[in-house]
Each structure stands twice: as structure tokens, then as C-alpha cells.
């Protein structure tokens, strides 16, 4: 850890040592009449690429700061007048300033409707209920992947396992075109990293969703917008990879996309082979009323090997310039077989040794799931008066074959008891149907109205059978089995109004949504039925103050459904005294959230937010009550959560082949409760920093990149996390004029990345030490061949964004 701030201190020490240069000047018209708000940019004179943009203020001046050596032009533009390009100039030691002094534009025809102007967007823009990453104007954006691109979005964090949380929060659902991601996280990571970044349009973040959005999820919406382009023909990719950590891993993945003037067909198949471990250390200690009641040292070593198909296929029809319809089918295959050995030390009160249990789980799991999308989009007029109809059907599956052995043995390795051998038999499946339709109608005087419906069904039916196993016959073990049956309908609608003004723009929304459950665990005849109904108020309000500052004010209720995992009452054994658990009586949470933000020119941005989350779902590991020294790892409703957080992104340009992205998330968290007997109101200042740097080696194509990643101690419900952090390199060369490339990338180089953490209740302290594969050399080949001009798929946003979020998630 100490070489991860030493790499930090020597960041800080280079960005604070570089010196300001600069670029200004003065628009005017051509009788030297000041011009406000006209878009000048300065662009790289070797290839044209943007270097930053800006707005004229109320004298017409304008000024670039901070701006490395070389040669550039400036271009300007404004309604009503004719574009204008500068003669270069260089910015070098001996000239580290220049100014432009005035720059006259002269008026454009008077007949408005002949004349195009394009104005050149920020990189990052703020809008009422959301802020975009503009990425085709990107200065680094040349030669990433999408993945790379979203590392670098303000708030946004991905850490060692491809979790990405936003602003400290995780949970964040990832959409691409509007549609819902619903594969792993690791599996989504690499599809990232394939989607080359000149592919997309902008990222939007929206830390509150309107309610036009599910109420589901606090965290927020991170949608990759694609772009589009409507010429004809065939295109596509090929990427392949080969890591090594401990374990090897490869990927491998095919994508097509064919359009002509009435027909776009699109697919894509991807397969990867993944081998990871995890090496768990416990140390357990009982008490009761305070005195020490026994002792458990517990060493856990598993290795599981995933083997992933991926593939996706559809198809968008043009019935005329007002109607499209289309189709997409997708289909998941996930197979693993666990391989896990656990040695406990069984110690007394006294903490003197009294035997071992030697615990072996050799099991095979098989999870797969197949969807289907029917969508219809009809545009009335040019104004923008739109429909958009979506019918969904998901289906997930999953067979588990589990063998648990333990063996009980003396302090001389003698065996004193019989071999307990448990196997289990599970099967489970979900099924999710919806039928969605959203209406937009734009309004006189920059006014516009949006509303819609949704109807969704689910229906979860897990069967749990286990057999002891220990003689030659198995016998049924009632006390362990479960059937659980669980059936949903969620119905919703909403109403959106917006308008904008000069300099202030606001957004009002409602949402409504009825929901209905019934739980059956048929092994025990326990019956639950639940109905309610919320409404979700939401409001944004956006205030250009001028053009080096904006404010935003958002508030918003949210709710989030536990999802079907962790209602299930499965029990799955990771050795005999430990076992995970689902919670078939969890609560929805709620949350009202509120956030203000500062924007100053356009690219650093700063956010306070505050929360407060009642019924707060959390994942407790506590001892099972009315058990002899078990453990179940579970999810429980605490009273409440409440945040206060403070995010800050800053993008530099060191020098003009050294860019960096910084990211500061500061937040305090305290959660309040009562669990297994144990009153809760515990709390940390916390905070995490995320360094993303860029640097050009030379012209023949090569880039490299350096990621620094540093989480301070957190307190997580009963769970006191310690810090943690880790530093990756990668080298990446491209050839064959940007169509292909090829990359190095080692993550987590002094291998600091482990989790250490102590939990504490009344009667039981654990700590613990996991270390997982998080250091790992990958080389990865991509290759896109065809018409790289091709459009994509047509954006659409299905039906079960939050039921698929909800069948993914642990």
C-alpha cells in the first residue's frame, strides 16, 4: 500500500509543478460589436483534434488555460455568422502564451434556412435530470474502448472484480441504447472492452432518474448511447484474449452488423473460460454473556472454473419514415464446478485445540437464461411526438449437483467421528413477462410532456432437495429442504412535464406503482401475501449561471426490491458450520434522495448528495439462533442508512501526451438497527480515489495507461472494512489504420488489492482475510473488419430492466 501513495504523491507533486499556458482573444462582428456565447475551440493543428472548447463571456473574450506544447488553430462559430479557422501558432517555452487579440466574424446570408451551423459540445454537458459525457469529442477518447471511456466519467468506479459503483453507491444499472445490461459484471466488462470507443456517441449518468425510470435502484443509470449513422453495408469485430494469474483465462467473441435502406440485422456470440480462486482465512470467536464460549480458525481454499457462451441476435424493420418495429433474442450459458477444501481448528474456551474438521465441497452448476424483445416505435410529426411499445419475456434457469464431506479428526489426526457426507439437488427457474409503452409530446414555448404504463409479471419456483448421505444409502433430509414458490406483479405508470427558459430549465415527474407478492415454502406450508402502493415524486431544476458555471438540484424517491437470490430461502453450504441463506420475509427500502451540483467551464463538476434509506437491505454474517456455533451469511432489513457524500471530477492535461482523469469520492455513511440482539448506529467518514492517466508514446500508435485506485476504511453495517487499493499499467499498440489493435495490461502489480474486515455482534466477533485473483497479465487482440460507418442496433429500452437487475444480482 505505501508504494500506491508513494505513486499518488508523485502524481499530485507533477500535476502541481505543471505551469499555466494559455490562449486568448476577443470575437467580434464586423463593425467590432462584442459577440457573446460564440463556440471557439482550439483543436491540434497535425490532425485537427479537439483540445477543449469554450463560450465567449459578456465582452466576447475567451481564454484556453493549461494547454501543453505544439501547434494549434482556433475555430469559432455562431448562429447567423460564418464559421472562421485561425492561421496556427505554437505554444512552446520560448512563446508559452498567446493572444489572438480580435477575431472578426462576418455575418452569413440573410436567408437563415440555407446556412448550417455546428456547434462543438463539451465533453462533459449537464442537463436537467442527467449529466452526459460527450465522448466523440473526447480528447483521449481516440483509440480506448468503452470501458476505458466509463473509467474516466465523473463519479464512475470500477474496481478489481468489473463492479461498477457510481458517487460511492453501488447497485448501478448499465444500459446500452436504453436496453439494460443483464450478463456478470466480468462478462460485461469484457464486451466493454471490445466496444470501441469511436462506436459511441455520449455516456449519460443519471445519479436520479426521472420517473420515467423503474423506482427501483438508488445508485443510478449509466447508458452508453451508440452512434448513429445511417449509411449502408456490413461490418464487424473480432476480439481475443489470453490472461494468467494463477489460473488462465481466455475470451472470445464475434460480432456482425448488417443494414440496407429498409432492414438493420445485428449479432454477436462471445465465449470465455475463466479460472479464478479465493483464499479465505477466519478467525471465530462465541461468547455468551460476555464470556468466551469456543473458537473456530477456519483456512477456505476454492477454485472455480467458468465457462461463459454469450450470444445475441435481432433484427430492425423500416415499415415507413414514421414506423419501425424489431426483435431481439439473447441467450446466456454459464457452467462451474466449485472446488473448495476448508480446515477448522475446533478450539475451547480456553482457546487450547480439541479436534479438526476437514471440510470438501465438489460440486457442478449450471445457470442459463434466454430473453426475447418486440419492439414498435412510431414517430406522429417532426415536432418529436412519439410512441414506443416493448413486450419482453426472460427466462433464467438453474441446476446445482452439490457433495459436501467432513471428516472429524483429534489433535493426533485420529477420526472420531463417522464421515458426514451432505448432497443436494436443486433446481430453480424464473420467469418474467412485461408489456411497456412510453408517449412523448412536445409543447408551445420549449414545453414537453412524456408519460407511460407498464405491466410485469414473475413467477419463481426453487426446489431444494438434500440427502445425508453418510451410509451407502441417502436418505432425505427434510430439515434442510426447501420448495419455494414466488409470484409478482408490478404495474406502473408516470407523468414527466419539462420546460426550459433563457438560463433555467426544470423537470417535474410522478410515478405510481402497485405491487403485489405471494410467497409460498411449500416444505413448511409458510404462506405470505403483500400488496402496497407508493408514489414517487421527482424534480430537477438546472440554472446556467453563466458560462463558466452551473447548478443543478435534483430530489427524487426510490425504492429497492430485494432481489429473487435474495428472497430465496435456498440454503448453500460452504462448510459444516457455514452456510448462505436467503431471506424469504426481506422488505422493499426506500430512499429519498437529493443531490446539488457545480459544473465549472464545462468540465470540473462537483456534487453534494444526501440520503436516507428506511428498511435498509443489508448482508449481515452472524450466528444462527438456536444453533451450537453456525453461521449463515444472509441479507436483513436494518432500520435505516443514511449519506452524505461529496464528488469531485477533475480531467487535466498534464502535457499534450499525458492526460489525466481524477476522480475524489468523499462520503460518511451510519447505519442504525438491530440484528441477532446487537443495537447498531455505527458510522465512518470514508472516502476513495481514482486516478485514470493516458500517455501517447510517440506517433507510431502505441498508448499506454496507469490506473491508481485508493478506498479508505469503511464501515459497512456490522462489517468494519480496512483500506485497500492497487495500481495497473497497460501498453496498447494499434495498426492497420485504427482497425486493429493489440494490448498488455497487468492488474493490480503489487497485488494490495485484499479484503480484511471484522464483524462484530453481541455474542460473536469474526475476522476475516480474502484474497482472490486480482493480479493478472492479459494480452488482448482486437480486430474490426467491413464498413466501420455501419449504424448500430436501433436504441430501445425493454420492458424488464429492473426484473432483469433483480434475477442477476446476489
Not at 393 to 421: C, M
Not at 443 to 451: D, F, G, I, Q, R
Not at 670 to 677: H, K, L, T, W
Not at 754 to 767: C, G, I, L, P, W
Request: glycine residues 6%; contains cysteine.
Amino acid at each position: 500500500m505505501s508504494k500506491i501513495v508513494f505513486v499518488l504523491i508523485i502524481f499530485c507533486i507533477g500535476n502541481a509543478a505543471l505551469q499555466a499556458q494559455t490562449v486568448s482573444g476577443q470575437i467580434v462582428d464586423e463593425i467590432g460589436k462584442n459577440i457573446e456565447f460564440a463556440n471557439v475551440t482550439l483543436h491540434r493543428t497535425a490532425d485537427s483534434a479537439l483540445v477543449k472548447a469554450a463560450l465567449s463571456d459578456e465582452q466576447g473574450r475567451f481564454v484556453f488555460e493549461k494547454i501543453a506544447q505544439g501547434r494549434f488553430f482556433v475555430q469559432v462559430s455562431q448562429i447567423g455568422y460564418e464559421r472562421l479557422a485561425t492561421p496556427s501558432f505554437v505554444i512552446s517555452n520560448e512563446t508559452p502564451s498567446v493572444n489572438l487579440r480580435t477575431i472578426a466574424l462576418v455575418s452569413a446570408a440573410q436567408n437563415l434556412n440555407e446556412v448550417t451551423v455546428r456547434s462543438t459540445k463539451p465533453f462533459i454537458e449537464r442537463q436537467l435530470d442527467k449529466t452526459i459525457v460527450n465522448v466523440e469529442n473526447s480528447i483521449v477518447g481516440a483509440g480506448s474502448n468503452a470501458l476505458e471511456v466509463l473509467e474516466r466519467s465523473p463519479g464512475v468506479v470500477v474496481d478489481q472484480n468489473d463492479n461498477i459503483s457510481l458517487k460511492g453507491k453501488q447497485g448501478v444499472v448499465v444500459m446500452i441504447n436504453g436496453k439494460p445490461s443483464v450478463i456478470a459484471a466480468q462478462d460485461l466488462a469484457n464486451y466493454l472492452r471490445g466496444l470501441p470507443a469511436n462506436t459511441l456517441e455520449k455516456i449519460e449518468i443519471i445519479t436520479n432518474p426521472s420517473a420515467k425510470y423503474d423506482a427501483a435502484g438508488n445508485a443510478g443509470i449509466l447508458n452508453l448511447v451508440m452512434k448513429k449513422d445511417q449509411r449502408y453495408g456490413t461490418n464487424g469485430s473480432v476480439n481475443l484474449s489470453y490472461g494468467q494469474g494463477v489460473y488462465a483465462k481466455t475470451a472470445e467473441g464475434i460480432t456482425l452488423n448488417h443494414r440496407n435502406k429498409n432492414l438493420n440485422l445485428f449479432g454477436s456470440y462471445n465465449f470465455s473460460y475463466r479460472k479464478v480462486f479465493s483464499h479465505l482465512v477466519l478467525d471465530r470467536k462465541f461468547y455468551k454473556d460476555d464470556v468466551l464460549e469456543g473458537v473456530f480458525e477456519q483456512d477456505n481454499y476454492i477454485t472455480i472454473p467458468f465457462k461463459n457462451h454469450n450470444t445475441r441476435l435481432g433484427a430492425d424493420y423500416t415499415l415507413s419514415k414514421k414506423t419501425v418495429i424489431g426483435v431481439v433474442f439473447s441467450g446466456l450459458s454459464n457452467g462451474f464446478k466449485p472446488n473448495g477444501d476448508t480446515r477448522t481448528e475446533v478450539l475451547n474456551q480456553d482457546s487450547q485445540l480439541i479436534r479438526y474438521d476437514l471440510n470438501s465441497n465438489r460440486s457442478k452448476e449450471n445457470w442459463f437464461n434466454y430473453a426475447a424483445n418486440a419492439n414498435l416505435k412510431h414517430t406522429f410529426d417532426s415536432t418529436g411526438r412519439e410512441l414506443n411499445v416493448d413486450l419482453d419475456y426472460a427466462y433464467y434457469g438453474n441446476k446445482t449437483d452439490q457433495r459436501f464431506t467432513t471428516d472429524f479428526v483429534d489433535v493426533k489426526g485420529n477420526k472420531i467421528l463417522p464421515t458426514y457426507v451432505l448432497i443436494g439437488d436443486i433446481l430453480g427457474r424464473l420467469d418474467i413477462k412485461s408489456i411497456k409503452a412510453d408517449y412523448v409530446h412536445p409543447l408551445k414555448n420549449k414545453a414537453k410532456l412524456e408519460t407511460g404504463l407498464k405491466s410485469s409479471f414473475v413467477r419463481a419456483d426453487n426446489d431444494l432437495k438434500y440427502y445425508d448421505a453418510s451410509n451407502e444409502q441417502p436418505v432425505f433430509d427434510a430439515s434442510q429442504s426447501n420448495h419455494f414458490i414466488y409470484d409478482e406483479n408490478i404495474n406502473a405508470a408516470y407523468a414527466n412535464f419539462a420546460k426550459e427558459y433563457k438560463k433555467i430549465n426544470f423537470q417535474l415527474g410522478l410515478r405510481v406503482e402497485q405491487t403485489h407478492i405471494k410467497g409460498n415454502q411449500l416444505a413448511t406450508n409458510a404462506v405470505f401475501d403483500s400488496s402496497y402502493t407508493r408514489l414517487f415524486p421527482s424534480a430537477f431544476v438546472n440554472y446556467k449561471f453563466s458560462k463558466k458555471h452551473e447548478w443543478g438540484f435534483s430530489v427524487s424517491r426510490r425504492l429497492d426490491r430485494p432481489s429473487y437470490r435474495q428472497l430465496n430461502p435456498f440454503r448453500f453450504f460452504i462448510n459444516n458450520t457455514t452456510y448462505s441463506e436467503g431471506n424469504p420475509y426481506l422488505q422493499p427500502q426506500f430512499t429519498y434522495s437529493f443531490e446539488v451540483s457545480h459544473t465549472y467551464k464545462q468540465q470540473i463538476t462537483t456534487t453534494l448528495s444526501y440520503s436516507r434509506t428506511t428498511n435498509n437491505i443489508t448482508q449481515v454474517i452472524m450466528p444462527v439462533e438456536g444453533q451450537d456455533k453456525i453461521t449463515v451469511q444472509t441479507n436483513r432489513n436494518l432500520a435505516e442508512f443514511e449519506f452524505w457524500g461529496v464528488n469531485i471530477s477533475a480531467p487535466i492535461q498534464v502535457t499534450k501526451w499525458w492526460n489525466s482523469v481524477n476522480n475524489l469520492n468523499t462520503y460518511y455513511g451510519v447505519y442504525r438497527g438491530n440484528i441477532a440482539n446487537t443495537p447498531l448506529q455505527n458510522g465512518n467518514f470514508n472516502y476513495n480515489i481514482n486516478s485514470n492517466n493516458s500517455f501517447v508514446l510517440g506517433k507510431k500508435g502505441y498508448t499506454a495507461e496507469m490506473t491508481v485506485v485508493y478506498r479508505a476504511r469503511e464501515i459497512y453495517g456490522f462489517m468494519d472494512v480496512m483500506p485497500t487499493g492497487q495500481l495497473s499499467v497497460g501498453i496498447q499498440k494499434s495498426f492497420w489504420q485504427r482497425q486493429g489493435s493489440l494490448k498488455l495490461n497487468v492488474t493490480d502489480i503489487f497485488y494490495t488489492n485484499n479484503s480484511r474486515a471484522t464483524v462484530t455482534f453481541r455474542d460473536y466477533v469474526e475476522k476475516f482475510e480474502a484474497n482472490r485473483e486480482t493480479r493478472v497479465a492479459t494480452l488482448a487482440f482486437s480486430y474490426r473488419f467491413g464498413n466501420t460507418k455501419v449504424a448500430a442496433s436501433r436504441r430501445r429500452s425493454s420492458g424488464v430492466e429492473e426484473e432483469k437487475q433483480r434475477a442477476g444480482n446476489g
